[in-house]
């Protein structure tokens, strides 16, 4: 099955846009830590307390959703959400060990993986080539920086990046 970008571009930014309304619409007790508040070795938390059960789930239902309403597989849809998830939890992995704090800005970090895990991940199911993945990545990025801004002078989002 082919698909353009353009839909798998859409897929990724609900799974990316669920999440943070979820944590302005859900109390704080409907959303526990990925991580349990667990540490590693270097005393750091291993996500963070922003990645929630509740993002995870929302993140899926959204990304499911819209793939069915554009004529996608559920199953794909569920997994380019989870694989979107798939990247920002590297991000928040990797933002983590290297000290930064939740929510801190990682310009391309906070992008790219978000967008090529899922890309890559659904070449083969969607149809998708490189230039595609290479299109999706660099859109989502550029995208997700303006969203940001505008969600959090619409009062969506707490930080502006």
């Known amino acids: 099955m082919d698909t353009t970008p353009l839909v798998v571009l859409a897929l990724i930014l609900a799974a990316n846009g ?9 109390p704080a007790s409907w959303r526990p830590p990925i991580d349990g508040g667990l540490r590693l070795a270097d005393g750091r938390p291993l996500f963070g307390r922003s990645k929630t059960w509740a993002g995870i789930l929302a993140a899926l239902l ?3 959703t819209l793939a069915v309403l554009l004529g996608i ?8 959400g989870a694989l979107a998830m798939a990247g920002d939890l590297f991000s928040s992995f990797v933002k983590r060990r290297i000290g930064l704090e939740p929510h801190a800005r990682a310009l391309g970090l906070d992008q790219v993986p978000e967008a090529l895990f899922p890309s890559l ?12 993945v290479l299109l999706v990545t660099l859109a989502f990025a550029a ?4 969203l940001s801004r505008l969600g959090y002078r619409l009062g969506i989002r ?3 990046y």
């Not at 669920?18 to 859900?26: E, G, N, S």
């Not at 597989?73 to 380019?80: A, C, E, H, I, R």
């Not at 991940?121 to 149809?127: E, Y």
């Open 143 to 146: 995208l997700e920086l303006a």
């Open 62 to 64: 959204a990304s499911g």
């Open 18 to 26: 669920a999440p943070v309304l979820a944590a302005r619409l859900l």
């Open 73 to 80: 597989d559920l199953q794909n849809g569920l997994l380019l």
């Open 158 to 160: 707490r930080h502006p």
């Open 121 to 132: 991940g659904s070449m083969p199911l969607l149809g998708l080539d490189w230039a595609d």
